[in-house]
């Protein structure tokens, strides 16, 4: 598209005007962008013409730390509805200075929670590939936006698997970079201590490493900075990739049962590396201990939930809050409220032997080939409370009876979500890079993303790697008919 603007054959207005007609024209039935901004960039490029190697290109941005000045960023909560952005966040200055036109903002659970886009504030968020299925969360708008042909990519953020899962639902290519590549500013020196980080959800790998030339490197908040490097991410794409040796597991690190197509999509791309020269093993990490990695994650939101819930009532009461936060995060917010600072830094010890965990398994592998999801994309309502749940939830919160509620309680219901989609959450902890590749589709024809993950500061190798892959089996041919 770029290239079509630069040699003059289109416009950047004539892409915007596409884009905006397909927007029109399909989120009716996927709900994907919940904050249009068409006339906002229609003035904008009249105005001033779009500069630069991207001119031109609409994309879309997450709802959820990608700050747009002067346009809300809801974080999918009726509670943060209004609150405009008073400046672009750093992600969105280089994109914007690319010459890249947002055409509006995409939905997310509240605070990004669930791996499944359906909130109170906005609605739900469809998988174009099955309207009764899940985009996956918490950047499922993205990924529905591009899966359904609005724009080539968007923005998305991943603190538990938020671009890999809805990558996976969408049949999209989506990598989560190392901490410290990509940074949050400046607003944040970094998201749920590092656990959480940005970049884009795509089509092709092509666009998602010239994306990530353009977004790494640290800025003034930064707390973590890879050591930067003049080698272009888009230009390794181009250079032969050495035999690589992967281990693959299909069994979940968070425990409970692993669907068989699951299962066989991992078997079959191994049998693809092995087939383009790699050496494949059956080897999974040792040592992982489920109960303390899914209450490593589960603590995180005990933390962060309770500190966002704190930011909205010093700002606008505690009434307001308890109005407009939905059920289940207030609830978390008020366990939060009993679970102490000492516990939380005891329980981010456990991410630290985690790592030593995987630096371990990579001193024996270069990469780790696992699912994404247990099953296949989930029916919508099943990764979220029921209404019986809610209410529940609801009663507890304005009761006061919450106080009752034991965390080991919390932690069941935690693990029990957690092993929905149980692979995702380790490199998060530990600061890895991981990728969703859309190798396979279900009997259904849903897409079944596999994940790939690397050490730290091995994104380029994954690239190289996914590159490798869709050379293989292409998959940009892949769209759903919506």
Known sequence: MAELVRRGEVTAQELLECAIARAQQV??????????????????????????????????????????????????????????????????????????????????????LLATTENRAFGITRNPW??????????????????????????????GGSIRIPSACCGLFGLKPSRGLVPSGPDYGEVWDGASVEHVITRSVRDSAAMLDVLAGGDAASHVVLPSTENSYLQAL??????????????????????????????????????????????APDGIDTTRLSRAYADIYLAHVLADVLQIERAH???????????ATLFIANLGRRFSAGAYLRSRQYWVQLRRLMAEFHNRYDLWLTPILAAEPYRLGELRSSRVEEQAMDILNRSGLHRLVPLSQYYHISLQQLQRVPFTQIANLTGQPAMSVPLVWSRNGLPMGVQLVGPIGSDRRLLQLARQLELARPWFHQQPRL
């Open 27 to 112: 989120n009716p039935a996927i709900n994907a962008i919940n904050v249009p901004m068409f006339a906002n960039v229609r003035r904008h490029v009249q105005r001033h013409p779009p500069q630069g190697p991207f001119a031109g290109v609409p994309i879309v941005l997450k709802d959820l730390l990608a700050n747009f000045a002067d346009v809300p960023t809801s974080n999918g909560s009726r509670a943060w509805r209004y609150c405009v952005a008073g400046h672009h966040s750093t992600l969105v200055e280089r994109l914007c200075a690319q010459g890249l036109l947002v055409i509006g903002k995409t939905n997310t659970p509240e605070l990004g």
């Open 130 to 159: 099955d309207l009764s299925r899940t985009a996956g969360g918490s950047s499922g708008g993205t990924a529905a936006a591009v899966a359904a042909g609005i724009v080539p990519f968007g923005s998305a953020g991943d603190g």
């Open 238 to 283: 181009e250079q032969p990739l050495p035999k690589l040796k992967i281990g693959f597991s299909t069994e979940s690190p968070m425990g409970g049962t692993v669907a068989v197509e699951c299962r066989d999509a991992v078997r079959n791309v191994a049998d693809l590396l092995q087939s383009l020269g790699h050496e494949v093993h059956e080897a």
């Open 317 to 327: 009461g505690r009434r307001y809050a308890a109005r407009n936060f939905e059920p």
